[in-house]
């Protein structure tokens, strides 16, 4: 008998991956502290825009970067020229910013905190009425203080008219949950204050809409491009991207189903109210437009 000869290939061995070294945690780590400097532009910082090359280039170091970052409890949205390395907090991390400490920084008033949330909510909605404006990575949204503040006030009507409609109380205790208890205490509170200029107060609607955009603005969200209309707003990538990380949010599908923000031809950000004449906007709103 012949014996049976094996000639097929051995088994290529298995490459060893390359060592991580502690110069490759320290640049994974030094990427990660980039992100978490919101204002900051990768391409007026050299290291950044080298490091994010890295990470587009070298999927070990993109890898290792992106564990760092889940390590502190950050999630990535995204890691590009145009962003930066986008990061955004699990609820978890050391990072997340809580709606209620936000809230009680200007008001021990419990009730605040929806109010902070809805205008945040309106922000977002309002810099990017349509799917497509969150899909095209070139769109940039606008949006100022007192248009924010007379799109919750119109949203806030509509709201009403809805809770009538459906015989529901339009008066409960303001501390109820979800928009139908926000809205009730957004359209009692004063837009301005009653100080005699009128001036802003932090209590007013137009103040609690001025101190989220400022967060934003100081989160690198938005960037502030005049003083009309109580302060004037641009959106940056890493905002785009932060609202599409909660486009799928309840609260955001509860308000665009008001049809205040309209999400399929584009036409005004803002939908008129069936009649018109009686609908009261905030002096000087500068309701912004999108063709």
């Not at 007026?44 to 564990?67: C, I, S, T, V, W």
């Not at 949006?143 to 809770?163: H, I, K, P, Y």
């Not at 409960?172 to 009692?188: F, I, K, M, N, S």
């Not at 932090?202 to 209309?229: E, Y």
Request: with cysteine.
């Amino acid at each position: 008998m012949t014996e049976h000869v094996d000639r097929s290939e051995p088994e290529a061995a298995a490459v060893p991956a390359a060592a991580v070294t502690p110069a490759d945690a320290a640049d994974a780590a030094r990427l990660v502290a980039f992100g978490l400097q919101p204002k900051l532009q990768p391409a007026r910082d050299q290291e950044y825009a080298d490091l994010l090359r890295r990470h587009r280039e070298d999927p070990a170091f993109a890898r290792l970067a992106d564990a760092v970052a889940a390590g502190l409890g950050l999630i990535v949205l995204e890691v590009s020229p145009r962003a930066g390395m986008a990061v955004t907090a699990a609820e978890d991390s050391v990072f997340a910013v809580r709606m209620g400490d936000y809230a009680r920084r200007t008001s021990a008033d419990g009730g605040d905190r929806f109010l902070h949330g809805l205008a945040h909510l309106c922000v977002a909605a309002m810099a990017f009425p349509r799917p497509e404006d969150l899909a095209d990575d070139g769109y940039i949204g606008r949006v100022s203080v007192n248009g924010v503040d007379a799109f919750v006030r119109q949203a806030c009507r509509r709201l009403e008219e809805r809770a009538q409609q459906q015989g529901e109380n339009t008066d409960p205790a303001t501390d109820a949950p979800g928009l139908e208890a926000a809205w009730r205490v957004w359209a009692r509170r004063s837009s301005t204050g009653a100080t005699k200029d009128a001036r802003r107060l932090a209590g007013s609607t137009t103040g609690i809409v001025g101190k989220a955009v400022v967060f934003l603005t100081d989160s690198g969200f938005l960037q502030r491009t005049g003083d009309d209309n109580g302060g004037t707003y641009r959106t940056t990538a890493r905002y785009q991207l932060q609202v599409r990380d909660m486009a799928g949010s309840a609260a955001l599908a509860e308000l665009l189903e008001l049809g205040v923000v309209p999400v399929t031809d584009g036409t005004p950000t803002l939908l008129p109210a069936e009649e018109s004449d009686d609908l009261e906007l905030v002096a000087d709103a500068g309701l912004p437009f999108h063709s």
